[in-house]
Each structure stands twice: as C-alpha cells, then as structure tokens.
C-alpha cells in the first residue's frame, strides 16, 4: 500500500467557486489555472478561493485540485491507452475519488455516497458529472461552474436519453440551495432542442448584454390584446 496524507485534501471553507470541467469541447472555455494565479500574483490580488475539478483523463491536460475516476480502475486500465492511469495519477498531488478502494492509488479517497444520501435523501447518478456536482453542492461554495457538459443535441447517446436530466436535477438542487449555477455557452443543459424555454410567449432578444429580455404571450388571432402584453427580465441565463 501506497502511504498518503489524505488529510491536506480537507475541503477548504468559504469557497467562492468550484469549476467541474468535463470532456466536451466547451471545456477549453474554462479559464486557466495557472494563469489565473499569475494574474493574481502580478496585481497583487488575493487570490480567490477556487477550485478545479475534473474526471477521468482531465489531469492530462489541465492542472486540477481534484480528480473524479468513477469508472471501475481495472477495467479501464486495460485499455491500452489508460494503462498507465495509475502510475500517472500517482505522480500528482491531487486526491483522486472512486467509488471502490484502490491500494494501488496513492490519494485514492471514496466517494462519500452514505454521506450524500443523508444530506439530500435521495440517490441520483446516471453519470460522473452528477457525483462531482453533488459533492460540490455539499461544499456550499458561492457558485459552480460548468465547462465541458455538452451533450450535444442529436446524439442518441446515454447523454441524451438520461444523463442530461440527472445533470440538471443536480442544478436545480445547488440552486434551491441559493448557489449560483453558470453554464457554458454551447452546453445543452437547460435547453430545450429548436424551443424557447419560455413556453407559450415569444421573445424579443436584447441588443445589447446590458438589455433585457421582454417576451409576450403567444396567442393567435389577436388574443393577446386582452391580456397582459408584455414582461420584461433581467438579462441572466447562466451562461458564461
């Protein structure tokens, strides 16, 4: 067995946010860590605290703060090209959550599933995204961000038939909970495919980002002169 300090890997309290990245192409819209932090540093600013969550491969391609491998480890390190997962994984200095226990992982936490079910009373998961952002709800950060959770309309995948309503569930949970929720533009999440998600009204779109929103009822054959004409909203679709 492989020695590690799991305790450094103690969620940190007052998150501002919590950026889930997936494997979609919408992820390279996240900002860089690395970059972030020279920003800062450069400003003399006080670095905000935020974390990077990623899944399965992720490590490989940007610097995380945690990594989700909810795949079973053996049968996906029999894959050729992740034979090596657990030699690399263990090169970092993240924990590393799974749903089983890995000696072989030298962060390896498990997932904390009692703990989830109690605090939320129901168990929900139909993908990796849905148990990050579970757990991230958990943390109480001021907002979640999600960059790569695309689930691209037409596709008669696993995404579509199931995944994307497990996803947004979980949305609709972090805001009950008055946690900002911020979607990449180019994800499907809280989309409707060819409509509006005002049902029943048409909307007239602003100019600008500082406008607003005004929608009106749908009705035909000059109906909607009799009732109310018009509603204005603010601008926020969750969309970064």
């Known amino acids: 067995m492989i020695k590690s300090n799991k305790s450094k890997f103690k969620f940190k309290k007052d998150l501002d946010v919590i950026r889930i990245l997936g494997r979609g192409m919408t992820v390279t819209k996240c900002p860089i860590q690395?970059?972030?932090?020279?920003?800062?540093?450069?400003?003399?600013?006080?670095?905000?605290?935020?974390?990077?969550?990623?899944?399965?491969?992720?490590?490989?391609?940007?610097?995380?703060?945690?990594?989700?491998?909810?795949?079973?480890?053996?049968?996906?390190?029999?894959?050729?090209?992740?034979?090596?997962?657990?030699?690399?994984?263990?090169?970092?200095?993240?924990p590393v959550y799974t749903l089983g226990d890995y000696k072989e992982l030298k962060n390896n936490i498990r997932y904390p599933m009692q703990e989830i079910i109690k605090e939320f009373k129901i168990a929900y998961f139909q993908n990796t995204a849905s148990y990050m952002l579970a757990l991230a709800i958990m943390q109480q950060p001021k907002q979640i961000e999600l960059y790569g959770m695309d689930m691209s309309f037409g596709s008669m995948t696993e995404y579509m038939r199931n995944e994307k309503a497990c996803v947004e569930f979980w949305l609709g949970v972090a805001k009950g909970r008055g946690i900002i929720h911020l979607v990449t533009k180019g994800s499907t999440l809280l989309m409707r495919k060819k409509r509006s998600n005002f049902y029943g009204f048409t909307i007239q779109t602003p100019s600008t980002n500082a406008g607003m929103y005004t929608i009106k009822p749908d009705y035909p054959y000059g109906c909607g002169a009799k009732c109310a004409s018009r509603y204005k909203l603010a601008q926020r679709d969750n969309r970064i």
């Open 34 to 94: 690395e970059k972030e932090q020279e920003y800062w540093k450069k400003n003399k600013i006080d670095p905000k605290v935020i974390e990077y969550w990623g899944c399965n491969d992720l490590y490989k391609f940007r610097k995380l703060d945690r990594l989700f491998i909810m795949h079973e480890l053996y049968m996906t390190t029999f894959n050729k090209k992740e034979s090596t997962l657990i030699e690399q994984v263990n090169k970092l200095d993240i």
